[in-house]
């Protein structure tokens, strides 16, 4: 299953029954940061997820965890930051490429 930050944002506010407003205020961005996010489906940086998922009193590997943990190593790190930059066609591109270097398929 792939993670959608957006669906997986949403969903942290929804368990934690808060606004846009009291995120801002757990985690110190302005409503305005938040607004593009969630409004504008606007990606967030590297900087400012780790700036929401402390807000949350999650770590990047919890937000980005599916059924298992995972260690969000520097190489991946970096990684997501050029991927949340690529358009929805270059995104499409690389995923092939990985999957056809893909051994355990």
């Not at 808060?18 to 985690?27: P, V």
């Amino acid at each position: 299953m792939k993670m959608d930050v957006h669906e997986r944002l949403n969903k942290l506010k929804e368990q934690h029954r808060w606004t846009e407003y009291k995120l801002a205020k757990a985690c110190g961005l302005s409503e305005s940061t938040l607004a593009n996010i969630f409004r504008r489906n606007t990606m967030p940086s590297i900087a400012t997820l780790e700036t929401i998922c402390s807000g949350f009193g999650i770590s990047m590997a919890q937000f980005f965890a599916e059924d298992e943990m995972v260690e969000l190593t520097p190489e991946l790190k970096e990684l997501f930051e050029h991927w949340v930059n690529l358009t929805v066609e270059q995104k499409s591109a690389v995923y092939t490429v990985i999957k056809a270097f893909d051994s355990s398929k």
